[in-house]
């Protein structure tokens, strides 16, 4: 019986940048994303054969203060007195490399406990759970997910089928986490406010084009919106920035593609890697398009 659970990546179309209260941990704006369903992690929870919690990721041994962070986090919704656990999770996400991995392992984390465990949980309470252990982990459980300021997370319906690739500028681990990133462009943007009214707007916006399934105004708002995120970092003291010169070379590329009629998107996270959106009937044409020109690895994220 293969007992992993499965947890996936999301992308947002309409990005999560800044909370506005911690605990619960509640979003500054707004957002919506797209749910990878190739990008995934799977986590197994088994006893564990020490005397300590241990915590595997591709068979890697985490350090200490990873495995606090992770027990800490299961330890607000699992029984108080339990035996020593191992916790072994694969990730087809390069980890921490602004490719989602925290969604998607949050979300596999959240559902083996709920198994391992036998809490029973409806989905809703997972959703709720996930959350406090990455953000952007409510909105992996479902295909297209608002999370609103409130904390409410809503699915949404959209009659496309998206398709979406990864033109990896980089797969290391990201220099700084997206918690303290945010927490900096929070405290230090001169353009956080701005950036949240846009947001704010950009989410309104999405919806109807979502509803409408208009796919050139998804795509403009959702590079528009990403370029709004990652402008927050510049305006930070001190100031920083996710994206390098790849990066920026990628996004001309889906620029050239667009020139030359093709429908396609990008966007960036927390790291330096370009997402390109585009609609399933067209991934063939625009994934020969884009080999020719980014001779780099290209990761198929919805086959
Ligand atoms: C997003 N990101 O909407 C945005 C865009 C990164 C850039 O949500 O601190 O790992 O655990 O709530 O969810 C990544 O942040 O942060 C993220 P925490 P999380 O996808």
């Known amino acids: 019986m293969d007992s992993y ?33 190739n990008l995934l992690s799977k986590t197994k929870i088994e006893p564990s054969l020490t ?9 890697e ?37 602004g ?14 406990c709920n198994k391992y465990f036998k809490l029973n949980k409806t989905t809703e309470e997972l959703v709720e759970i996930s959350k406090e252990g990455s953000g952007s982990s409510c909105r992996s459980f479902y295909r297209l997910a608002a999370w609103l300021e409130d904390g409410s997370v809503e699915e949404l319906s959209c009659d496309l089928d998206f398709g979406m690739m990864v033109l990896v500028v ?19 943007s001169t353009t956080f406010d701005a950036w949240v009214e846009k947001a704010k707007e950009d989410f309104v916006d999405m919806k109807i084009a979502l509803k409408n ?7 403009a708002i959702t590079e528009a919106n990403a370029l709004a995120m990652h402008a927050t970092t510049t305006t930070s003291t001190p100031s920083f920035t996710f994206l390098t010169d790849e990066s920026y070379r990628a996004m001309e590329i889906v620029k050239t593609l667009q020139e030359k009629g093709y429908r396609c998107y990008f966007t960036m996270d927390a790291g330096p890697n370009v997402k390109v959106l585009y609609l399933k009937e067209d991934q063939e044409k625009i994934y020969e398009e884009i080999s020719k020109l980014w001779q780099k690895k290209i990761i198929l994220c919805m086959e």
């Open 5 to 37: 659970s499965l947890g996936y990546a999301n992308i947002a179309l309409v990005k999560y940048w800044g909370k506005k209260s911690k605990d619960p941990v509640l979003p500054f704006n707004p957002n919506i994303s797209l749910r990878l369903d």
């Open 213 to 219: 399934a208009d796919f050139e105004k998804i795509g």
């Open 170 to 188: 980089n797969e290391d681990r990201k220099k700084i986490s997206s918690r303290i990133a945010m927490e900096r462009c929070v405290q230090t």
């Open 99 to 112: 490719l989602s991995s925290s969604s998607s392992g949050t979300m596999a984390l959240v559902l083996a």
């Open 51 to 59: 005397d300590e919690d241990e915590f595997y990721i591709n068979d």
């Open 61 to 97: 041994k985490q350090s200490q203060e990873e495995v606090e962070k992770i027990t800490k986090f299961i330890a607000k919704f699992t029984p108080i007195e339990r035996e020593k656990i191992c916790i072994r999770s694969y990730n087809t996400v390069p980890t921490a490399a």
